[in-house]
């Protein structure tokens, strides 16, 4: 039965009347705060929004004033993206009018055509962009398998001058990138690292690291040290314990240090642009220095975004459950 308390001279309040009294004012204020949010991500995601539209305008649609919000689309961005081109001669150009009409052409090669070009081969994106997923990928790997050691070491061991050692280990985020660029171009040359895999690999896990040795130290400063105690008296080796006790337990850690780490490798563009020039390009200073035969090809820029932007997407989808759980992974107490 419900319990009954007085709220006045005579008269009592049942529990389910003090809950529908606040469940009103709750409810309007819980509407509220969806409300903001639904218009910040909105708001946020207005650069996105007129990149995915730029990316199947015409040229002459993405260079409209005042921008236009209905238009006929097209794969005229994605056409220039992926492929090489050249003007078609007006030898050349009763040819390919024939093979369009009898359907000889593909729709790639029909699209460039009706833009006075033929395709002459694929463009470097689609390896600029693998470049992106080996480097950004093995990086990623690299710095949070390091970060979750030195992380744990930090959290549950007295080291010598601890505090002094997390600052050094901070403070090598602290020059911006253009700044060391040039030294480490130098050395990279004389070592052979320039243009590089390998080279671009070791220098992302190393600009990674320090930020995630601080992200997965504070994660693992929130398990409970009873629970190791616990595994220990049990009989468990210390390595054993790490990896049945506190693995498990700092996966959301570990998710939410892999998103932020693979955003750095992913956007980084001032290391990829310097120590870059073929081989190991990436995608961000390939797609920022696309020009055609008549000025920068916009819709070819939006829409290798577009593709730049989707491997972040699905991971992060792919972790959201971990994302979120990391917002109460302070609950636990000891």
């Known amino acids: 039965m419900a319990s009954f308390e007085e709220s006045g001279p005579g008269r009592p309040v049942t529990e389910s009347t003090r809950v529908d009294k606040v469940n009103p004012r709750s409810r309007r204020i819980g509407a509220l705060r969806a409300v903001l949010v639904l218009a910040i991500a909105l708001f946020m995601l207005i650069p996105v929004f007129v990149m995915g539209i730029t990316a199947f305008k015409t040229r002459s649609d993405v260079v409209a004033s005042p921008p236009l919000l209905r238009f006929k689309p097209t794969l005229e961005g994605f056409v220039f993206l992926l492929t090489e081109r050249s003007v078609v001669t007006a030898g050349q150009q009763e040819e390919f009018k024939q093979k369009a009409e009898t359907g000889q052409m593909s ?19 689609v390896g600029r962009l693998k470049n992106s997923l080996i480097i950004a990928g093995i990086s990623t790997i690299a710095s949070v398998g390091l970060a979750v050691f030195a992380g744990y070491a930090f959290s549950r061991f007295p080291v010598k001058g601890k505090d002094d050692l997390m ?29 590089t895999h390998l080279g671009m690999i070791l220098l ?71 120590l870059t020039s073929d081989k190991a390009r990436t995608a961000p200073p390939s797609i920022a220095t696309m020009l055609g035969r008549g000025g920068i090809e916009w819709s070819a820029i939006a829409a290798g975004s577009l593709g730049f932007l989707i491997p972040v997407v699905i991971v992060v989808f792919a972790l959201r459950k971990y994302l979120l759980r990391g917002i109460t992974f302070g609950a636990i107490r000891q």
Request: glycine letters at 6%; charged letters at 15%.
């Open 107 to 125: 729709l790639f090669q029909r699209i460039a055509f009706e833009s006075g070009q033929e395709i002459t081969g694929p463009s470097d994106y």
């Open 167 to 195: 600052f050094f280990i901070l403070s090598t985020r602290m020059l911006p990138a253009v700044v060391v660029t040039i030294p480490i171009f130098l050395m990279y040359r004389q070592i052979g690292l320039h243009d």
């Open 204 to 274: 992302y896990t190393v600009f990674n690291l320090s930020f995630a040795v601080w992200l997965m130290k504070g994660f693992i400063d929130e398990i409970p040290v009873e629970y190791e105690e616990a595994a220990l008296v049990d009989g468990y080796s210390r390595i054993q314990a790490f990896f049945r006790i506190v693995l498990p337990q700092s996966v959301t850690g570990i998710a939410a240090t892999t998103v932020f780490c693979l955003m750095f490798a992913w956007n980084e563009y001032a290391f990829a642009l310097m």
